[in-house]
Structures are given as structure tokens and as C-alpha cells.
């Protein structure tokens, strides 16, 4: 269990079209300055057979990249992600449940049976951390795979074609962001997602990203960013202030600095950082660069 939580968190979301058509997914934006261009590309952390091949465009601009920037290299060296980890998803034993009130345990109980989980596996995890591994069991349900992520897709594509892969951002990084959390937040965070897997709402919005993804809709995307605005909850907030536009600026700010030293690289990060209000490109924007939406 520790493991598949590593690989889906680096790798922490059917198709009408042939695969063998290379139709456009996600979001495709062509970033400008110095003299030098940037393709800045939405992904998935993971993914299904279908989704491959990646439309030409985007498949070409990282083979022939001088960088492929991934938010996480997913050849990272799985004793580091252990690391953080156990830093900061761990806690003593047992002590998420004792957090939990009765009634709420056996719901949490009800949870995890339903998405195969073996209760025992999740005992020493943190609150947050098992609303995450609640949240990739609803993937998981729907046929998506973490060995299948766009972001391993790429690596691979630039691997065979000897393009460096640098990561942005660290495990630890990433993961120490949810350390913010009060113990009484990460129950609330918890709270929520079970009540999200118990109504089904959390199935039909992993199949809304999905499908906004699969088929570059950027009506969808807006949609879905206009949700994630109104959502007042601990874990809406939490995600909107802290996960998407507070890594936004670093995000903004390290593409920058690739693109003044590099003629021409490609950038690919999950997509829900390139939607809404302080994305990625309207930061980058902000900046005087020339962003151009391809897609």
C-alpha cells in the first residue's frame, strides 16, 4: 500500500476517438520571451491505454525539447518519496481513528470496503493522507492507472529521445503542504471526502476532469475551475489557496527562470493548474511573457 501511494502521488485524475488519431487532451499553451518558446502542457497523473498517442504537436515539442520540466520526475528514487512520506504522511498508530468521532469510523469502515482497502493498511496514516488514498481508490474504480500517468508518458517520450527531465517541485515539498493542516482540519478534510464517496459526488467530479481532460474542453475546464472557486469546505479551500494557486506562483516563477535560460523546453504539470483565476499562463502573462492558448 505504501508503495502505490508513492507511485500516484508523484506519478497525487472510454474514449470516443481511435487512440491510433492522436486526438488534443488537456490544455496546450505556447509560452514566449527572450527569444526562446516554452510549451506549457495539462496532464493527468493517470491515465489508460486510450489515452495514447499524445496529439503530434505535443508529442513532437518534447522530443525535441532541450527540458522536459514535470512538476515530480516519475524516475525519482523511491527512497526519497519513502521519505517524505513517512515524514509527513505518518503519525502514531491508530491515532486518525481515535480523531474520528464512533459514528464517523464506521463510515470511514464502510469507505474503505468499498474501495478494497485493508483498514490495517491505513492505521498509521494521517488523516489527509487517507482521504488521498480514498481519493485514488475512485480513480482506481474507474479504470484510470498511475503506471499510466501522462507525466510517465512524457518522461518516456523524452527518455528515448535524450531529453532531460528535471522536476520543479520535491516530494517533500509537495507533501509538507498538507502539515499545514491542523489535526482538527485534516479530520475535517477526511469528514468530507467520505461524505463526497458516500453520495457519489466524488465519482462523478474524477469523471468530469477525466472527460474535460480527454477531450481538451475548455468549456468544461471552466466549469470545473468556477466549482472549485465556490467551494467553501476545508479540503475546496484548502486545495484552492494552498495547492493550486500558492504552487501556482512557484510554478510560475521556476517556468520563468527555465525559459530565460532555454531556447526551447516543454513544461508539463497537472492540468487544474492551468484553469481559472491565478493560473499558470495568467501568471506567466503577468509577467510580459506572450502566452498563446493552442488548445
Same mark, same amino acid.
Request: aromatic share 6%.
Given at each position: 500500500?505504501?508503495?502505490?501511494?508513492?507511485?500516484?502521488?508523484?506519478?497525487?485524475?472510454?474514449?470516443?476517438?481511435?487512440?491510433?488519431?492522436?486526438?488534443?487532451?488537456?490544455?496546450?499553451?505556447?509560452?514566449?520571451?527572450?527569444?526562446?518558446?516554452?510549451?506549457?502542457?495539462?496532464?493527468?497523473?493517470?491515465?489508460?491505454?486510450?489515452?495514447?498517442?499524445?496529439?503530434?504537436?505535443?508529442?513532437?515539442?518534447?522530443?525535441?525539447?532541450?527540458?522536459?520540466?514535470?512538476?515530480?520526475?516519475?524516475?525519482?528514487?523511491?527512497?526519497?518519496?519513502?521519505?517524505?512520506?513517512?515524514?509527513?504522511?505518518?503519525?502514531?498508530?491508530?491515532?486518525?481513528?481515535?480523531?474520528?468521532?464512533?459514528?464517523?469510523?464506521?463510515?470511514?469502515?464502510?469507505?474503505?470496503?468499498?474501495?478494497?482497502?485493508?483498514? #490495517?493498511?491505513?492505521?498509521?496514516?494521517?488523516? $489527509?493522507?487517507? %482521504?488521498?488514498?480514498? /481519493?485514488?481508490? =475512485?480513480? !482506481?474504480?474507474?479504470?484510470?492507472?498511475?503506471?499510466?500517468?501522462?507525466?510517465?508518458?512524457?518522461?518516456?517520450?523524452?527518455?528515448?529521445?535524450?531529453?532531460?527531465?528535471?522536476?520543479?517541485?520535491?516530494?517533500?515539498?509537495?507533501?509538507?503542504?498538507?502539515?499545514?493542516?491542523?489535526?482538527?482540519?485534516?479530520?475535517?478534510?477526511?469528514?468530507?471526502?467520505?461524505?463526497?464517496?458516500?453520495?457519489?459526488?466524488?465519482?462523478? #467530479?474524477?469523471?468530469?476532469?477525466?472527460?474535460? $481532460?480527454?477531450? %481538451?474542453?475548455?468549456? /468544461?475546464?471552466? =466549469?470545473? !475551475?468556477?466549482?472549485?472557486?465556490?467551494?467553501?469546505?476545508?479540503?475546496?479551500?484548502?486545495?484552492?489557496?494552498?495547492?493550486?494557486?500558492?504552487?501556482?506562483?512557484?510554478?510560475?516563477?521556476?517556468?520563468?527562470?527555465?525559459?530565460?535560460?532555454?531556447?526551447?523546453?516543454?513544461?508539463?504539470?497537472?492540468?487544474?493548474?492551468?484553469?481559472?483565476?491565478?493560473?499558470?499562463?495568467?501568471?506567466?502573462?503577468?509577467?510580459?511573457?506572450?502566452?498563446?492558448?493552442?488548445?
Amino acid at each position: 500500500m505504501r508503495r502505490q501511494i508513492i507511485v500516484v502521488f508523484f506519478s497525487l485524475l472510454c474514449l470516443a476517438l481511435p487512440p491510433t488519431w492522436g486526438a488534443d487532451r488537456g490544455a496546450l499553451f505556447k509560452v514566449t520571451a527572450y527569444n526562446h518558446t516554452m510549451y506549457l502542457f495539462g496532464t493527468m497523473h493517470v491515465g489508460t491505454p486510450e489515452f495514447y498517442p499524445l496529439e503530434p504537436r505535443i508529442a513532437d515539442a518534447v522530443k525535441g525539447a532541450s527540458t522536459l520540466a514535470l512538476e515530480i520526475d516519475p524516475g525519482l528514487d523511491p527512497a526519497i518519496a519513502a521519505h517524505a512520506l513517512k515524514t509527513y504522511g505518518m503519525t502514531i498508530p491508530g491515532a486518525t481513528r481515535q480523531a474520528l468521532a464512533p459514528a464517523m469510523r464506521a463510515r470511514l469502515d464502510r469507505a474503505l470496503a468499498k474501495a478494497h482497502i485493508d483498514p #490495517e493498511a491505513v492505521v498509521p496514516l494521517k488523516p $489527509w493522507l487517507v %482521504a488521498t488514498v480514498l /481519493a485514488m481508490a =475512485e480513480y !482506481a474504480r474507474q479504470g484510470y492507472r498511475t503506471d499510466l500517468s501522462v507525466d510517465a508518458h512524457l518522461a518516456q517520450l523524452a527518455r528515448a529521445s535524450k531529453v532531460p527531465v528535471v522536476g520543479l517541485e520535491s516530494a517533500g515539498s509537495q507533501m509538507s503542504l498538507f502539515n499545514r493542516l491542523t489535526m482538527a482540519e485534516q479530520v475535517g478534510f477526511l469528514e468530507e471526502s467520505i461524505g463526497l464517496i458516500e453520495s457519489g459526488k466524488q465519482g462523478v #467530479e474524477v469523471s468530469k476532469i477525466v472527460n474535460a $481532460w480527454r477531450t %481538451a474542453d475548455q468549456g /468544461a475546464f471552466d =466549469e470545473i !475551475a468556477a466549482r472549485a472557486s465556490r467551494d467553501t469546505s476545508v479540503s475546496g479551500k484548502f486545495v484552492k489557496h494552498i495547492l493550486l494557486e500558492e504552487r501556482n506562483n512557484a510554478l510560475a516563477e521556476k517556468l520563468a527562470q527555465l525559459l530565460e535560460r532555454e531556447a526551447s523546453t516543454v513544461a508539463a504539470i497537472g492540468v487544474l493548474h492551468l484553469i481559472g483565476e491565478n493560473s499558470v499562463p495568467s501568471l506567466l502573462g503577468e509577467r510580459g511573457m506572450s502566452v498563446e492558448r493552442v488548445y
